[in-house]
């Protein structure tokens, strides 16, 4: 945002200031929709206290919101502020590497599914957090190993400078199993799959705005959830929280 604008928005905004402050929603709304400031100038003149009202920009039909949204279903808790910079970061990172806004999105969406089955809520927002870091952002084939990182007691300034000097630039994101527990367990697309088929395959999905493992991955959970009595589900449930739970003590000691 440029001065000039920044000072002629202040100038629009701040007679209904005094007027709304009593209630955020009103006053975010005539700032957002009234006025035209966008969620990131407002943030930039210091509204973060508003930031709970922050709407998505995007309309409903954009594969942006559309990511967006699945991705704050997976979350223990989010907001729309950063779950835009990672949608916004990931259509930059599509138009760097000549690759698709809906593979690195659903990509992005594996990992995070990944981890949040795997670790407890604190983890998962350590990596959440890391698209803040200005140069920091996590590769979506890094997070898993982000969050492993984030469980050992790395901050998400760490994080992010673990990713900057390539240190999870090595990972590579399965399609099932457990990550750096089980490699035996794991698999790849390639190998079940010609390499040209799979390029096809995943050619027409983009275009649906979905990929091979965002599919791959929602019928895994439809199987698991069919197939597994829910009293097994259950007692698995449990043994990961409690896994969880003493991890945590163990790092407090």
Same mark, same amino acid.
């Given at each position: 945002?440029?001065?000039?604008?920044?000072?002629?928005?202040?100038?629009?905004?701040?007679?209904?200031?005094?007027?709304?402050?009593?209630? !955020?929603?009103?006053?975010?709304?005539?700032?957002?929709?009234?006025? =035209?400031? *966008?969620?990131? @100038? #407002?943030? +930039?003149?210091?509204?973060?206290?508003?930031?709970?009202?922050?709407?998505?920009?995007?309309?409903?039909?954009?594969?942006?919101?559309?990511?967006?949204?699945?991705?704050?279903?997976?979350?223990?808790?989010?907001?729309?502020?950063?779950?835009?910079?990672?949608?916004?970061?990931?259509?930059?990172?599509?138009?760097?590497?000549?690759?698709?806004?809906?593979?690195?999105?659903?990509?992005?969406?594996?990992?995070?599914?990944?981890?949040?089955?795997?670790?407890?809520?604190?983890?998962?927002?350590?990596?959440?957090?890391?698209?803040?870091?200005?140069?920091?952002?996590?590769?979506? !084939?890094?997070?898993?190993?982000?969050?492993?990182?984030?469980?050992? =007691?790395? *901050?998400?300034? @760490? #994080?992010? +400078?673990?990713?900057?000097?390539?240190?999870?630039?090595?990972?590579?994101?399965?399609?099932?199993?457990?990550?750096?527990?089980?490699?035996?367990?794991?698999?790849?697309?390639?190998?079940?799959?010609?390499?040209?088929?799979?390029?096809?395959?995943?050619?027409?999905?983009?275009?649906?705005?979905?990929?091979?493992?965002?599919?791959?991955?929602?019928?895994?959970?439809?199987?698991?959830?069919?197939?597994?009595?829910?009293?097994?589900?259950?007692?698995?449930?449990?043994?990961?929280?409690?896994?969880?739970?003493?991890?945590?003590?163990?790092?407090?000691?």
């Amino acid at each position: 945002m440029t001065e000039e604008r920044a000072i002629g928005l202040l100038k629009t905004a701040i007679p209904y200031i005094p007027a709304l402050a009593g209630d !955020r929603q009103a006053l975010y709304n005539t700032l957002h929709h009234g006025i =035209g400031m *966008t969620n990131e @100038e #407002l943030m +930039e003149c210091g509204m973060e206290h508003l930031r709970d009202k922050f709407q998505y920009e995007w309309a409903a039909e954009m594969p942006e919101y559309r990511y967006a949204k699945k991705l704050d279903d997976l979350l223990p808790q989010s907001d729309v502020y950063t779950t835009s910079k990672w949608m916004e970061y990931l259509r930059e990172l599509a138009d760097s590497l000549e690759s698709s806004f809906a593979r690195e999105a659903a990509d992005l969406l594996f990992a995070f599914r990944e981890i949040t089955e795997e670790y407890p809520p604190l983890t998962v927002m350590k990596v959440y957090d890391t698209v803040h870091i200005h140069g920091g952002a996590l590769l979506p !084939r890094e997070v898993i190993m982000a969050a492993a990182a984030a469980q050992r =007691g790395a *901050t998400v300034q @760490e #994080l992010s +400078e673990m990713a900057a000097s390539g240190a999870f630039e090595n990972g590579k994101l399965p399609v099932i199993g457990e990550c750096a527990k089980s490699t035996d367990k794991m698999m790849t697309v390639e190998s079940v799959i010609h390499e040209y088929k799979l390029d096809a395959l995943e050619s027409a999905l983009n275009a649906e705005g979905s990929s091979v493992e965002d599919r791959m991955q929602d019928y895994l959970i439809e199987l698991y959830s069919e197939f597994v009595p829910h009293e097994e589900q259950e007692e698995i449930r449990s043994r990961i929280d409690a896994e969880h739970a003493t991890h945590q003590e163990m790092e407090m000691m």
